[in-house]
């Protein structure tokens, strides 16, 4: 770092927080935005070519955030070995191998395969997110730990709203949708629009590794803070195993744990199904469909916004119940109307959705001592498997009932 004004604490925060780095840092967020967001195009594409029931396309999520669920602990070791620009420089990298991964896949055609690449994503993803979440929140002062977080988190919808227009023009087609297209065909024009569909889903992981590779290279070329909490020959950190008692014996802490959970499993289904809800209840194309996600996000982003004015203002928790409360009805709403409204609910439950990750993490973080943030932070992070049983059982739900 070039500004010397800036000093670190012993608990590990800045007395200022360092712009370029932060900016640079928050960058990260819109990286796995577009990841996840592609799932969700690729979810949609899936289904139809291997002609998938809700539940199996459901595994895509499954593969994701089994992914997060496996790799938090380890990566938060490396942070605790090493420092958080190390794990971001591993995540980036995996993140890359991830990516390349589609193009055997794509030839391959094989669900298992494609299902291998996005579990590949995934672990470079879990270093990303375990450093770059907890590393914003203590990347200064300590007063503003949760706005912070909030702030890094709002560049996450325009990366997921990237996401989603790569897959609208790179990977779904033109016309009516897929399965329509398909019926009017034979066995051999089936097999050979199944397989360049495929070939369509790799088009957006060209573009993200460019991305990605010059990401690299400026966290390469820029010096970052440690933000540890300093060491001294008369009070040595805990062991990972102390730090894991410590971490189950804390009340406030597991509740923190299952409030995200609950909170993740329910947003990744909303989102994972909004498209298919508006094929649905409407008379549309993947194509058309997916401009939902757009405005999902576009709501996601503006709920951010306005959350973090209000968090200025008034306490985060007070801001985190009053958009719980609300988007809880939204949702109920979107439950039951058989009509097409239900989509435009559904879009709109995301502006509900702004301060709840941030928050969560943030206020989660801060119940837990000062020697413990790295793998407090992996564990915050392995609750993200709540998206992959959220996805998979309402997948499941949302077969039973068309069965009926």
Known sequence: MNDKNI????????NKTPLFQFILLSCLFPLWGCAAALNDILITQFKSVFSLSNFASALVQSAFYGGYFLIAIPASLVIKKTSYKVAILIGLTLYIVGCTLFFPASHMATYTMFLAAIFAIAIGLSF?????????????PKAYATLRLNISQTFYPIGAAAGILLGKYLVFSEGESLEKQMAGMNAEQVHNFKVLM???????????????VVVMVLFLLTRFPTCKVAQTASHKRPSALDTLRYLASNARFRRGIVAQFLYVGMQVAVWSFTIRLALELGDINERDASTFMVYSFACFFIGKFIANILMTRFNPEKVLILYSVIGALFLAYVALAPSFSAVYVAVLVSVL????WATIYAGTLDTVDNEHPEMAGAEIVIAMVGAAGGRAGLGCVAGVVRAR
């Open 198 to 212: 495929l070939e369509n889903t790799l088009e957006p992981y060209k573009y993200m590794i460019m991305v990605l």
């Open 353 to 356: 959705f702004g301060p709840c």
């Open 7 to 14: 000093v670190q604490m012993p608990d590990g925060y800045l």
């Open 128 to 140: 990303l997110e375990t450093a770059a979440n907890t590393y914003s929140s203590m990347i200064g």
